[in-house]
């Protein structure tokens, strides 16, 4: 079965400071990886994609995925409490358009 | 552009009733998924449909969930009966030329007396 983890948090970090997600996942042949941010009693929303090795900026966000360790990361830059929310890692299969979701990380930004 | 529309938004019902929710993906989109979302559990995909066509059902939990999508612009999630552990948030979202890039409704929050 596939499995995507995440650390559940909370994580708390103080305003301007660096907040670093962390995501492993256990299918070897997953091809996509997304972050999406979830505000309490929200939707999810993407925020970054990433589908090769390396490192991929946006703005104040990156996206790092590392296939050989099976690990993607968001870090966020200077963090503002806006960014207080709960993300989620989602990772697509080998061959297979379906999106399984981590649980989350719950990011709290203290002003 | 309108986003994906699900409705109701929130439905109360008592043990045993059916219960159907409703979803309007975006036009042009032709991957509609259904989510759910608990606590427990997070988001599980119950079915996803590709140009109005099951592909994958895996996810639905037992008999008693149904999903059907008439047409592009439509899709439904029926339970019957409804049972407490069915209380959650659902989610309707829809991609084009699928890379997982989902883009969510605002979800129907159910709660099963």
């Known amino acids: 079965q596939k499995e995507v983890e995440q650390n559940s948090g909370p994580l708390s970090v103080p305003e301007g400071a660096i907040a670093s997600l962390n995501c492993t996942y256990s299918d070897r042949g997953s091809q996509s990886f997304f972050w999406y941010r979830q505000y309490s009693g929200k939707s999810p929303e993407l925020i970054m994609s990433?589908?090769?090795?390396g490192d991929k900026e946006d703005g104040r966000f990156t996206a790092q995925l590392n296939k050989a360790s099976q690990y993607v990361s968001l870090l966020i830059r200077d963090s503002q409490p806006s960014d207080s929310a709960t993300y989620l890692c989602?990772?697509?299969?080998?061959?297979?358009?379906?999106?399984?979701f981590g649980k989350g990380t719950k990011l709290s930004v203290i002003p | 552009d309108a986003g994906v529309i699900q409705s109701p938004r929130h439905e109360v019902t008592e043990m045993g009733q059916e219960v159907t929710l409703r979803c309007k993906p975006i036009?042009?989109?032709?991957?509609l998924f259904w989510y759910r979302q608990t606590m427990m559990r997070g988001l599980e995909l119950l079915i996803y449909f590709n140009n109005n066509v099951p592909i994958d059902d895996s996810g639905m939990p037992e008999d008693r969930f149904s999903a059907k999508m008439p047409n592009a612009s439509f899709s439904t999630l029926k339970i019957q009966p409804s049972e407490p552990r069915d209380s959650a948030v659902y989610f309707c979202a829809s991609s084009f030329a699928v890379r997982g890039e989902l883009f969510f409704g605002e979800g129907s929050r159910l709660t099963v007396l």
């Open positions: 989602a990772v697509t299969g080998a061959g297979s358009y379906q999106l399984t």
């Open positions: 036009s042009g989109h032709d991957y």
């Open positions: 990433i589908y090769s090795n």
